[in-house]
């Protein structure tokens, strides 16, 4: 059974430096560091880093730690992450001016259409109306003054054939004749 025990524990320290050197190589060169790409690199069950507490821990700290200086450009996650939250906020403020903008054009294209259809009056058009309704109303006022001196002058040719009719039924004698 010390046998087993010795084996498994032997099998264990191996997978343990293995896993050690991959971070180291990782580390070195500048790769993304998560639990899945150390425990593939390392030929290792990722529950083999889950049940070793301090080699998880190590994968987290190499992976929130900034590179070291003179190793290059690198980037961090964080500084990754960070980017892309700002582009899609970026993305997000872009779509919204983008339908605003569409909003727009397609309102002015809507109107040019109309206008030129001669389905919509143009601001020519709608001054032209707004005379022609006024002068209507001014005809309309006129000829009601024209209908109303007309009924006065037949009034007046009436009374005046009135008096004319009851002179010509009724002369007028000269008074010194009897």
């Known amino acids: 059974m010390t046998s087993m ?3 498994r524990q032997a ?4 997978r343990r430096e293995r896993v050690l050197k991959a971070l180291d190589t ?5 790769a993304d560091i998560t639990v899945s ?42 500084s990754l992450q960070s980017d892309l939250a700002n582009a899609l906020a970026r993305n997000t403020r872009l779509a919204a001016r983008v339908r605003q903008l569409e ?23 709608d001054q032209l109306q707004q005379r ?12 009601g003054q024209l209908d109303e001196r007309t009924d006065e002058l037949d009034a ?12 010509n039924h009724n002369p007028v004698r000269p008074s010194g004749r009897t």
């Open 5 to 7: 025990i010795d084996g």
């Open 11 to 14: 099998d264990s320290a191996r």
């Open 26 to 30: 990782m580390l070195r060169s500048d």
């Open 37 to 78: 790409g150390l425990a593939r690199a390392a030929r290792v069950d990722r529950t083999f880093l889950y049940r070793h507490r301090d080699l998880l821990e190590r994968v987290h700290t190499a992976a929130a730690a900034p590179p070291e200086e003179g190793r290059g450009a690198a980037v961090s996650r964080a």
């Open 103 to 125: 909003s727009r054009l397609s309102e002015a294209l809507g109107e040019r259409v109309w206008n030129e259809s001669g389905l919509g009056a143009t601001a020519d058009v």
């Open 132 to 143: 022609i309704a006024m002068l209507e109303q001014d005809l309309a006022d006129k000829q």
């Open 156 to 167: 007046a040719r009436a009374a005046n054939r009135e008096l004319t009719r009851s002179l």
